[in-house]
């Protein structure tokens, strides 16, 4: 019953999404804050370090995972340390 | 049995909105070269000593506790991740992005929060071409100190008037967007406004953003009560770390 309505909900949702056939689906930073900073005369300027070049991005997110990723993994115990009562239970049924 | 088909339906729905989603997508965040060198330096000023103030305590919080500077850096990410996480609002044709500032701010404490977010908006802007060097400032106040604060006060307001924790932790998430927002709007105005025109500028700014931010600030509280029952019922040891001198 409820994967039924994740799927209803879901499919309405994207319905909607693509439905929307005039929309540009561009982020309030270019349909509010870009509008109002041209209108002032402010434009914004190209960022000084622009990533937003060829397989660039890939590559920052590539390393941004990786360093993500092994950071994480290092400190997985600290983050989320054993559970001590399914612990003593496991090793009370394994116990000869 | 059970279990896995519903497993199943919520990958394939998931997978299905993420084939579905626009490429490219933007948000709140004030784009380089649009403050003008006095208002950036104005922002810079704001934010130091609430990221001093947070700095500190993070410091202070992981003297005591050294699990806790491996907290500070989950909900760091789970900022960076949310705060340039395009979501499409069917209903103004754009998108944008929650902040997580709020209940980041529940659980580690607003102070630490300043300091995650202002790492999370630092790398956006450094990598992402996501914001800008010379509007940091301005983007760590409207996201990590108001987003922060507000969200904080929010929850604590709520839960001394005994309001239940999960409307409690809606309100965080929806105020802090909102507040975030809001904010965004007042540092625009301000910056952009000619002869001092400033009024009637924030308003059309704020009109402009709330056909997309008022659905996703409701989204952003529905967030904030998913993620504070998340780890209510399975992680409460996080919790028990985060109660320190956070506010839940």
């Known amino acids: 019953m409820r994967a039924a309505i994740v799927m209803a909900v879901s499919a309405l949702a994207l319905f909607f999404v693509s439905g929307n056939c005039h929309a540009r689906w561009e982020g309030v930073d270019e349909a509010v804050v870009k509008k109002f900073a041209v209108a002032a005369g402010r434009p914004p300027r190209v960022p000084y370090i622009n990533t937003d070049q060829g397989d660039i991005l890939l590559f920052v997110f590539l390393i941004a995972g990786v360093a993500g990723g092994f950071v994480g993994g290092y400190c997985f115990r600290d983050l989320f340390p054993r559970n001590e009562r399914k612990e003593k239970a496991r090793k009370g049924r394994t116990r000869p | ?248």
């Open chain 2, 1 to 248: 049995m059970k279990t896995a088909r519903w497993r199943n339906a919520v990958s394939a729905s998931c997978a299905a909105a993420l084939l579905l989603l626009p490429g490219q997508a933007h948000a709140m965040h004030i784009s380089e070269g649009i403050l003008p060198a006095g208002w950036a330096a104005f922002w810079f000023l704001v934010a130091a000593p609430f990221l001093f103030l947070g700095m500190r305590k993070l410091r202070v919080r992981s003297e005591r506790e050294p699990r806790f500077k491996a907290l500070a850096g989950l909900f760091g990410s789970a900022v960076f991740v949310l705060s340039c996480m395009p979501i499409p609002v069917p209903i103004a044709g754009t998108c944008s992005h929650p902040c997580g500032t709020g209940i980041a701010a529940i659980l580690i404490g607003p102070g630490v929060t300043v300091v995650v977010a202002s790492t999370a908006l630092l790398l956006q802007a450094l990598f992402l071409a996501h914001g800008g060097l010379t509007t940091l400032g301005a983007n760590i106040v409207s996201m990590g100190v108001v987003g922060a604060y507000l969200g904080a006060g929010a929850f604590l307001l709520a839960r001394k008037v005994q309001v239940p924790w999960f409307i409690a932790a809606f309100l965080a998430g929806l105020v802090s967007d909102w507040g975030t927002y809001a904010t965004t709007s007042f540092e625009l105005s301000a910056a952009l406004a000619r002869d001092g025109s400033m009024g009637s500028l924030f308003l059309p700014i704020l009109a402009a953003f709330a056909p997309t931010q008022v659905p996703l600030g409701i989204f952003e509280g529905f967030l904030a009560v998913g993620a504070y029952r998340l780890i209510r019922t399975r992680k409460p040891g996080l919790m028990d770390l985060s109660t320190e001198e956070g506010t839940a």
